[in-house]
Every structure is written in structure tokens, then in C-alpha cells.
């Protein structure tokens, strides 16, 4: 840590989670949006995690992050215990209800980045209050390309101030519902004008197992999720795609069009090995090869 | 008519509908599955309609039917009413509910082809019923290709039957919701795998404003519909999008899977005309540029 330099900073959650699909129950998963979008970014650049977690959080966990190369200098030990959650899955995969948040350590949680971050030109901004995702923003000098995440408890409850981060960000990130709620209006074509017309360049809105569509000044590119026959935990599905689309934009360090399609096909090839299994179970075995040839594979399926 | 020899024969059904959307309410709108899928087809080869109308039928939609250049001797007419339909869309403008169905002369609909079109080497069975499209299938001769569509009532009420003719045609295009039913798998690469096993080389899965997704030996194609900003009314995109898919296929002759995906784009650009506005409205003042210039902009929202 701390020997190379940190091109990405991406800051969020990190949670405990206890998940309950259709066909399984899983305790004491590793999560949290940062645990999914620092793995995936850790394929494609150098990246710094700004988070929280308590005093319980296990060492083998953090030992996972080393794993991946995630630099940790501005990960936060905090008394208390670490944010926990657990949620339950339809029968679809997709919808899910909450059966309990605990916040503990992470309600306390202010961003604030070790100076070796500040000088990072990408950075992330994962789904927290925007109050802290402006704390961040304040702190980086320069950024070339900042991103957010958003949800819908922010939409609804500090509209004001998440209006702001977006008026100040190179590119917002959400999924469908989440687009319709921010913008009032139901199609997506709309949704995406409307979001540019609050400041971005960009807009990517995350459609689940629809892939996502991107919308900037430079056009539409829908971009496919990769179909996959076995989904087995949809948890950090988009901020594994955010992690690895930001990790390759840091890796490419180019705006122009045909490279952020590209990132933005990185990113879903990651997230589709992400739901394979729960928590970081199967990014923990992923290599750049095992990346490359779905990515390859993917790219085939949209070719005309 | 006749002049012309008729390359692609289409079966199905030719209604008179009643279509309420959160927007607006038209009555008497040209419709059924042959009417969306002739109109389609003729901007890509000589096709015959086989269908059956009611004394009432009204003479300015033969006329329309003419105005597309579709081959009308397949065309039957019997004493009695045309089959009439009336529906009403949700909110989201994909959920319907039947408000009703009078078949009226359809309930005695017998698809027997004139002999002109038996030597046609594309066939495209719309939804009806699995017994009139297998006696569609018994009449011609040797056809090239054929493409089999079906709904959720054939699924539940007469499965020996559907399946008897789905193990008789190249491919079996039908809608997510339907190729659940039919397989009883959920993750709609199983439901693909499983069609495939049932005898088709081709299986393309219609998912609406998500696109399709065809599997084949050749592989797997992930093929976007065209953003649009308004839909009107969306009665009819998966016939417009089968008949465009057949016509081009008409046209370009050919099985390699280059030509078959090229033809899936074709489908879905027509398809994204013919659902933004009622009935065969927008499709009437089509042409082949205005039809180009939107499936090359289709091309470059999917390319990397």
C-alpha cells in the first residue's frame, strides 16, 4: 500500500450483509457498495477505499481487500460495530425487501480522504448521502472524471443537496426506477434528457438484467447485460459495474466515446460474474483473462 | 397483385380494435397480427396475406393493404363481422387488459393458401392456433424458412399441438413471459436452451422496450429495440417486428448468421416505428431511407 500511486478513489458503504435469495441464505456476507466497486475497479487500476468499518469488522476481510491490491489508507476503524443489513429476494432476483439496517459505526461516518487521495483524477462516488458525497468533492484538487451513485431514500429525502452533487458531476449513474423518481418522467429517453439538463455530461441509467443505456452529448449506446444461466446473488450487481467501469476509464484515461462504450462493456462484464455467486465469492477467483474472454464473448453478442 | 410472385406467405389474424391508452382512446383500428406483420414485410419483399376479413371489412383498409403493395389473394372474405378486439393499457404501456374478443368470422377460419403461394420459400405463422398453423405447414411445399409465433392461450390450451409445430419450423419467436410458460424455466437462457431442444434451430425471445435476444448454434445476439420518446400505442410491435425480421430475411436470402442478425435489426427499427402511433399509422408513411436512417443510427447506439 501506498507504493503506487492511487488513480481512483472511490468512496460508499461497507457493510455485513445477510442475504436470503430463493434458494439460499448466506450470513456475514462481505458488502457494502465500496466492497463491490473497489474488487471490481481493482482489475483495471490502482484504487483507494474511503469507508468505515467497526471494531468488529473480521481480519479476513480486510485481508480480501489486500487481495485484490485495494489501497486502504483511507479506510476508517471506527468503536462500534460495522454497518449491517439483511434483505430478502423475490422470486425474480430482482425485487427485494429489507428486513433490517443497522447502521452503527457508518452513521457516524464523515469522508475524509488521506492527502495521497486528493490529487486522484478519478474518483466515485458511491451510493451515501450527498452531504458526503459533497465532502469528497470538496476535497479532491482536479478531478478529470467524477462519478455518483444515487438511490432512491436520497431522491426523497435531501433532494436539494443531491441536486447539487449532480450539478457538479461528469456523469450520473442509476437505475430505471431510480431515474423515473429523480425526473418525474417515466420514459427512459426523457429521464436521460432530464438528468443532463441538471449539469452532467453524461447519464448511465442501469436497467438490472436489461444492461444499461448511456446518454451524453455524443449519442445513445445500450449497452447488454451479459446472460447469464445462473443468477445467484443480484447484491452489487451496479456497484460492481460503477467499480469497474470507473477502474477502466482510470486505466484508459480517455473521454472519448468509443473508449468510455468500452469501459462501460468492462463494466458489464464484471458485474455479470459478480451475481454469480454471493458477496466477492467469485470476483475473488476472477483474473484478467477470465474478464477478457466474457468481455470478448459479450462483444460478440452485440455485433451486427 | 399477381405479377409479383410472393416470396413470404403470412398467416394470422386480421382485426378491428378498440385500443385505450392513459392517453387516448381510438376505435376502430386496422389490426391483428397480419396487418402489423404484412405492412412490415412489404417494405422488404412481395408478401402474401392469408387471412380472413368480415363483410364489414371497411374498403379504405383494403386499400391500405394495396397501398403496402401486400399480395391480396391469400385474402378471404366470409359472411359475418371481422374479428374485433378492444383493450386497454396500463400506465407503463406494456401491461394490457382484454376489455373484449368477438371472433366472429375468424372462429371459422381455415387457412388454405392459393396455389400461387405454396412454392414460397419464407413463411411466417402469426399467432393462431397451433392446428390452422400446422395445416398452413402441410401446404407448402418446401419452404426455406419458417418462423412460428404463439401466444399464452395456445401454451395452456392446446401444448400437444404447439408442440407438434414447433418441432417443425426453423424458429420460434415469442416474448419473455411466454417462453417461461412454455419451458417452465425462469432465466430466459434456460428458457432459450430448452425451445432449442424442442426441435428449432432458432429461438428469438421478444422482451418489448428491452429488445430480443436470439439463440442459435450460432451462438447468442443481443439485439436492443430503438430508444423512443413517445410510444403511442404498442399493439402490434411484435407482429410489425416478426414481419419486418421475415421480409428482410425475404430479401437478403440468406441463413448466414450475419444476414440473420442484420435482419433482427431491420425487425426492431420497424417495430420502433409501428408503436409510435396507432395502428399502421406511422408504418403508412414510411419509406426504405427514412427506415435506414433510423437502423443505422440503431447500429451506432450498439456498436464498440
Known sequence: MGDTKVELVIVGSIGIDTIETPFERREDVLGGSISYACAAASFYAPTGMVGVVGTDFPEEYRELYSHFGIDLEGLQAAEGKTFRWSGVYEDDMINRRTLSTDLNVFADFTPDLPDSYTDAPYVLLGNISPELQEHVLDQVKS???????????????SRPALEKVISRVNMLMLNDSEVRMLTGEY?????????????????????????????????????PAFPIDLVVDPT?????FAGAFMGAMAKADSLADADVRRCLLEASTVASFAVEGFGLDIMKGLDAAKIEARRDSLARMMAV
Open 236 to 240: 452489487g450487481a451496479g456497484d460492481s
Open 143 to 157: 478531478p478529470r472524471f467524477v462519478v455518483a451513485d444515487t438511490m432512491d431514500l436520497w431522491i426523497s429525502m
Open 187 to 223: 420514459n427512459l429517453v426523457k429521464c436521460a434528457d432530464a438528468v443532463l439538463s441538471m449539469g452532467p455530461e453524461y447519464v448511465v441509467v442501469k436497467k438490472g438484467e436489461h444492461g444499461a443505456m448511456l446518454v451524453s452529448r455524443e449519442g445513445v449506446f445500450i449497452l
